[in-house]
């Protein structure tokens, strides 16, 4: 009986001590009504995402949709913020319990705030699309992603300040690991910086067909902060390091506007005078007059050289498609056309021949 007595005097004690001079009852009652916020977390969320899209929806552009959106996950935690507030404000605590519990709202709050300021800067690219002569589409990107990484450390050093952790040393150490990295890191930042000259210069963006001399020639997929995946025509995925951009030539052969065909067509030596001004005046008027042909980048078809086994005239016109495949076709019916003409007037091509003459004694 006895023992059953001093039980009961440890659990009253218990119970009207607590915890941090808080009683039981009080913490049961703050543990419920952070547990009612934190079940009704999702329809509170809702309830504020449904009034940000009815303000959203009187506009007609798309920046507060996206504003609204991006929102979604602050909002379905601001409920857990505003649950723990009011729970540890109704319990009461000694002065240590209650500094302990201020310094904890203090960082949900600021939690809170910073992951808005991180959510509220994908919009920002719809405001910055409007300065596509300027900045391009990937670059755009990369500024996005880099004031993300800010907020997300100017975020984490507020929320160790709150807890007496100061960041002073953390920086200098930081700076002094940064110079260590520097140094063995030179190929990590000519890339970085050979990456943001690409973007910069406008040098291709995602989807060109690029060829860069020596290297690869391909589809661009992706433009990363230290290298480039571009697709190859076998389908192949190639990762080309940013440098090799800076020190090589880049063709961009998408912003090719008019294709060019330059051909010599070689026809015998026995082809006549008249043979050689006919078949160059008919080839030249069908491309002065065909729909294929850009003439005013211009049209050149002249007699070039005489080479060892053959008189060689230059044939140098540009198509009007910058399409690759329509300048195929144009190809194969310039080709038929002229192969035609010089039959025509009864000239035959050359090719690479001897004569070989036997001397009699």
């Not at 009852?25 to 703050?30: D, E, M, N, P, Y």
């Not at 951009?245 to 010599?264: C, D, K, P």
């Not at 067509?265 to 008027?285: G, H, N, S």
């Not at 060892?308 to 300048?327: A, P």
């Amino acid at each position: 009986m006895e023992l059953l007595n001093n039980f009961s005097e440890i659990f009253l004690s218990v119970w009207d001590k607590g915890i941090l001079g808080v009683d039981i009852f009080q913490i049961l009652i703050g543990i419920g009504i952070f547990l009612v916020f934190l079940i009704f977390r999702g329809i509170i969320s809702k309830l504020i995402i449904k009034k940000l899209e009815l303000i959203s929806k009187k506009t007609t552009n798309k920046l507060d949709d996206t504003f609204v959106s991006s929102l979604v996950g602050p909002a379905r935690f601001f409920p857990i913020v505003i649950g723990f507030f009011i729970a540890s404000y109704y319990m009461s605590f000694s002065s240590e319990g209650r500094e302990i519990v201020d310094t904890i709202n203090r960082t949900l709050i600021t939690i809170l705030i910073f992951w808005i300021i991180h959510q509220i800067i994908e919009p920002i690219s719809y405001v910055l699309s409007g300065l596509d002569q300027l900045l391009t589409r990937e670059l755009i990107g990369w500024i996005i992603k880099s004031l993300k990484i800010l907020i997300f450390i100017l975020g984490l050093a507020a929320v160790l300040e709150l807890w007496g952790i100061k960041i002073g040393p953390i920086i200098a150490g930081l700076g002094l690991f940064g110079v260590a990295v520097a140094l063995g890191a030179q190929d990590l930042f000519k890339n970085l910086i050979s990456g943001i000259l690409v973007l910069v210069e406008k040098r291709f963006k995602i989807g060109d067909w690029i060829s860069v001399d020596g290297v690869i020639e391909g589809i661009v997929e992706k433009i990363g902060f230290r290298s480039t995946s571009i697709r190859k025509f076998d389908k192949s995925l190639a990762i080309i390091p940013n440098f090799q951009f800076a020190e090589n030539a880049v063709t961009n052969v998408s912003e090719t506007s008019n294709w060019r065909i330059r051909w010599a067509i070689t026809l015998q030596y026995d082809t006549t005078i008249d043979q050689l001004k006919k078949i160059r005046d008919e080839i030249e008027a069908y491309i002065n007059k065909s729909e294929d042909f850009n003439q005013s980048a211009g049209v050149a078809v002249r007699i070039e050289k005489f080479s060892d086994s053959s008189i060689d005239l230059l044939v140098r016109c540009f198509t009007k498609s910058n399409s690759w495949n329509d300048w195929l076709e144009v190809k194969e019916r310039l080709a038929i056309e002229i192969k035609q003409i010089v039959e025509g007037n009864k000239a035959s091509f050359a090719f690479p021949s001897q004569s070989i003459y036997i001397e009699k004694k």
